[in-house]
């Protein structure tokens, strides 16, 4: 079966099991916390789609590694989250949403380093991006569950993000090769001033 089709297989079966938690049709809570359990229930999902894409794609142990982590992770966030969602009877929907379905088709196209990198780049901004979110829910939430789910979550996104750095520098510092070694000349320092004399001072004579 063709990567694409495993991959579109892998995610309808992630996104079916999580639609099938039943959410309540009334809405409570306030706008703000509704709000961020949206986007993060969309994130969430995004990342395990793109991990999962990841896996099936790179030949990079450190690449795949991060995407390990990430699936894992966001996948045991995201049922927390939608289950915290439907005890407060707001209602949710677990599925990478338009930019986020973007970037999957953008790495679809990609392979071998390209997409290292480009995984690299975009896991770092998506996770730098959901570190705000999360940072602002934790402090500001106005239900005390969800607050608590955002600050536990946090230190996950903060591991996901140094480790995401740490792989966009390593593509890096492959893309720039070996430093050029200097040569002796100008390894030796530069000096202003004259050399002295040899001979003794001219008295004029």
Request: net charge neutral; glycine share 4%.
């Amino acid at each position: 079966m063709p990567k694409r089709s495993l991959f579109l297989t892998a995610l309808a079966s992630s996104l079916l099991a999580l639609a099938c938690l039943p959410a309540a049709s009334a809405s409570e809570g306030s706008p703000a916390d509704q709000a961020f359990l949206t986007r993060a229930a969309a994130a969430g999902s995004a990342e395990v789609a793109l991990g999962q894409l990841a896996l099936q794609k790179t030949s990079s142990p450190q690449t795949r590694q991060l995407a390990q982590h990430i699936v894992s992770d966001h996948t045991k966030a995201n049922e927390q989250l939608v289950a915290l969602a439907r005890q407060k009877q707001i209602t949710v929907a677990p599925e990478p949403d338009a930019a986020a379905k973007q970037k999957l088709d953008k790495l679809q196209k990609l392979d071998g380093d390209a997409f290292d990198r480009t995984y690299a780049q975009d896991m770092v901004k998506d996770h730098q991006q959901a570190i705000a979110l999360f940072t602002k829910a934790s402090a500001s939430a106005t239900d005390n569950d969800v607050k608590q789910f955002a600050a536990q979550t946090l230190p996950v996104l903060k591991d996901h993000l140094q480790m995401a750095q740490q792989l966009r520098r390593a593509g890096r510092d492959e893309m720039q090769g070996p430093a050029t070694p200097r040569s002796p000349m100008q390894e030796m320092p530069s000096s202003t001033q004259p050399p002295p004399s040899s001979g003794p001072p001219s008295n004029g004579h």
